[in-house]
């Protein structure tokens, strides 16, 4: 069983970075697929971006080029770099980990969530004003 802690979120000005992080315990962070997600007030928690086990990455189109997904499996820290942010971008932030980045991929497609993502840490907020 996997717990996820995620840390880093804060308020930022239009334009600004933040790097979310979240610290895994309980099992290696290498065995999953790993993604973060959000959710704005009223609206659905969505995809953001994920990181397979090999280091295949896929990302929502609303952050491609201005968010990064990575990991460091020795620190079995999954990171989110996330720059120019907008006020879209607006919303509490989820660590998840489980499924696969095919799954991952059609949700960003099809709306909701991607299965067997079972592992969520509580969530950062994140506030671009």
């Known amino acids: 069983h996997v717990q996820l802690v995620e840390s880093g979120g804060g308020s930022v000005q239009v334009g600004g970075s933040l790097r979310l992080s979240c610290v895994a315990s309980?099992?290696?962070?290498?065995?999953?697929?790993m993604g973060w997600f959000r959710q704005a007030p009223g609206k659905e928690r969505e995809g953001v971006a994920a990181?397979?086990?090999?280091?295949?990455?896929s990302y929502a189109d609303s952050v491609k080029g201005r968010f990064t997904i990575s990991k460091d499996n020795a620190k079995n820290t999954v990171y989110l770099q996330m720059n120019t942010l907008e006020p879209e971008d607006t919303a509490m932030y989820y660590c998840?980990?489980?499924?696969?980045?095919?799954?991952?991929?059609?949700?960003?497609?099809?709306?909701?969530?991607?299965?067997?993502?079972?592992?969520w840490g509580q969530g950062t907020q994140v506030t671009v004003s």
């Open positions: 998840a980990g489980g499924g696969n980045l095919k799954d991952f991929d059609q949700a960003l497609g099809e709306g909701g969530l991607p299965r067997d993502f079972n592992y």
């Open positions: 309980g099992d290696t962070i290498g065995r999953y697929c």
């Open positions: 990181i397979d086990s090999d280091g295949s990455t």
